[in-house]
């Protein structure tokens, strides 16, 4: 639907139009009508009209003035000129501002339907070379993009190469250039909260606000190889470190205001060539990693103004040893309690830097990989250096430190269960060769070093009987082999499975079988056909 607004200054005769166009079997609407000029121009940029059909003689802005502001200010807009009047300079300034038609008053309808099909017609020139245009830019940006990441990540390091290619993309370091990286506190957060747990998506808005930020600035923008990052190539001729930064507090507040992110930045010095460009990205990762990780939500950083920093202790070989005993000792509270101990050190330290809490966290998961070994569905849920390298801020890390305590909490879990499933397992082993004697449930507690009523409410969890219909089952199933594979006596059997008792035997046995144990003798039933006890 193509939108219409109607400029005249008669009342009457604006109506007339407005309705005419609204009978027209074309794809069009009115959306606005104005008295003149000036408060067209007012209205446009709210309306966004596509065709403006407009009177030429109006008072406030006659009509040539008018065209000539619009041509200026909305050249995308097609215009029909509706006069009563064949004047030489109204036909001019149509001619000169490109309008699509010029209707001499009284407007017949089918005037007027020409009219507006060649401004539709025009409209849908202009969209279409404008849509040819976007998308040649946008394959060129993409190009660009890709070379850069290249570069950077050295999967292209032949001189010759990058410059070929740098010059048919239009890259130039002329004068040398300084490359700043951006990342985003919060970026895992966000992208599962706002944008479904897309990452792209996400990089992509961050993206679009900095091309809004950037206005008329041509400068070079990739992502990173992990798509965490942006990064941005500053040319030293026209940016210092000041104008690089204010630039990147003016992105910070941009993306603060419309997602609730904090940006933090690292610039490397000034490079002269190309070549040099994953040189330049490391530079300004070093001195994005030298920001504080607590303190303001923007943080910055120069590879050429960064002093010497003094490193904080937070994580000493004692604490390191402390952890590894308490994962050893499978003590997941005191793990938790060292982690803590940890965090709260960090608060206390307000200049504690990004790079030192990342290489702590990287040696607690090397601390927890090393205890964990062979276990590998626990170390499956470790996190990983990526997870990392995007820690920024305070709740990031509180985050990553509850990951990895549930880690823990979760392999001494399975290893306790794992513990007490071979304990059972030799006390059933136990059982299966002793069902004969007279084992109580205490004897075999004590000879296996565990409480009679621990053991009694694991060996059920794990069996599924308990410790005395377990021992009996045994001793009946030997009872059916014996009485149907050997011509012992009755008596004789109830002595060999553990019962001194020949009567009390039977008695178990019939409760067990649904048989005498002569009557299964007889072959009445099949051992195969027990019933659980």
């Excluded at 103004?305 to 003590?331: W, Y």
């Excluded at 990004?354 to 276990?375: V, Y």
Aim: hydrophobic share 40%; charged share 25%; with cysteine.
């Amino acid at each position: 639907m193509y939108k219409v607004m109607v400029v005249d200054d008669e009342p009457w005769s604006r109506k007339s139009i407005s309705k005419m166009i609204s009978g027209l079997a074309l794809d069009v609407e009115v959306i606005a009508e104005a008295r003149h000029g000036e408060e067209a121009l007012a209205l446009i940029p709210i309306r966004r009209p596509h065709i403006v059909v407009t009177d030429m003689n109006m008072p406030v802005l006659d009509g040539g003035q008018f065209l000539e502001a619009l041509h200026e200010r909305f050249g995308e807009i097609k215009v029909i000129v509706i006069s009563g009047y064949s004047q030489f300079e109204y036909m001019k300034a149509a001619v000169t501002y490109q309008a699509c038609e010029y209707v001499l008053k009284p407007v017949s309808v089918t005037d007027l339907e020409q009219a507006l099909n060649k401004a539709i017609q025009a409209c849908n020139t202009y969209m279409s070379i404008q849509q040819q245009m976007r998308f040649n830019q946008e394959v060129r940006l993409l190009k660009r993009e890709t070379f850069l990441q290249t570069v950077t990540s050295h999967r292209i390091t032949n001189t010759a190469d990058i410059q070929r290619e740098a010059g048919e993309l239009g890259i130039a370091v002329d004068g040398g250039y300084r490359v700043a990286v951006c990342m985003f506190r919060q970026f895992s957060e966000v992208s599962r909260t706002k944008f479904h747990g897309n990452a792209d998506l996400f990089l992509f808005s961050l993206e679009n606000i900095l091309y809004e930020v950037m206005r008329e600035d041509k400068l070079h923008v990739y992502k990173s190889d992990d798509r965490t990052r942006i990064c941005l190539l500053f040319p030293t001729a026209s940016y210092d470190e000041q104008r690089a930064r204010q630039l990147l507090i003016d992105y910070h507040e941009a993306v603060s205001e419309m997602l609730l992110v904090g940006v933090v930045a690292g610039l490397s010095r000034a490079y002269t060539r190309l070549e040099e460009l994953p040189a330049a990205y490391h530079a300004a990762g070093d001195a994005l990693r030298n920001n504080r990780l607590l303190g303001e939500s923007f943080a910055f950083s120069s590879a050429e103004s960064t002093g010497a920093i003094q490193p904080v202790e937070l994580l000493g070989s004692f604490d390191l040893k402390s952890m590894r005993q308490a994962i050893g000792a499978h003590n997941p509270k005191d793990f938790k309690r060292l982690l803590n101990d940890y965090c709260e050190k960090v608060g206390r330290q307000p200049n504690v830097t990004i790079r030192q809490i990342q290489r702590d966290l990287r040696q607690m998961i090397e601390l927890s990989l090393s205890e964990l070994k062979g276990i590998e569905a626990t170390q499956s849920v470790l996190p990983n250096a990526d997870e990392v390298s995007r820690i920024l801020d305070e709740k990031e890390l509180q985050s990553f430190l509850s990951l990895l305590t549930q880690a823990i909490e979760a392999h001494c879990a399975g290893v306790g269960e794992a513990e007490n499933v071979r304990s059972v397992r030799e006390i059933a082993l136990f059982l299966d060769e002793h069902y004969f004697e007279d084992l109580s449930l205490i004897d075999v507690a004590a000879r296996f070093h565990m409480d009679a009523a621990y053991l009694s409410k694991l060996f059920k969890s794990i069996t599924r009987e308990n410790f005395t219909e377990y021992v009996t089952r045994k001793r009946m199933e030997k009872a059916c082999e014996l009485l149907k594979s050997s011509a012992c006596k009755i008596n004789e059997i109830s002595e060999l499975v553990g019962y001194e008792n020949q009567r009390y035997f039977s008695q178990v046995f019939k409760r067990f079988t649904g048989q005498t144990p002569s009557e299964y003798r007889d072959g009445s039933i099949g051992a195969a056909e027990i019933t659980k006890y």
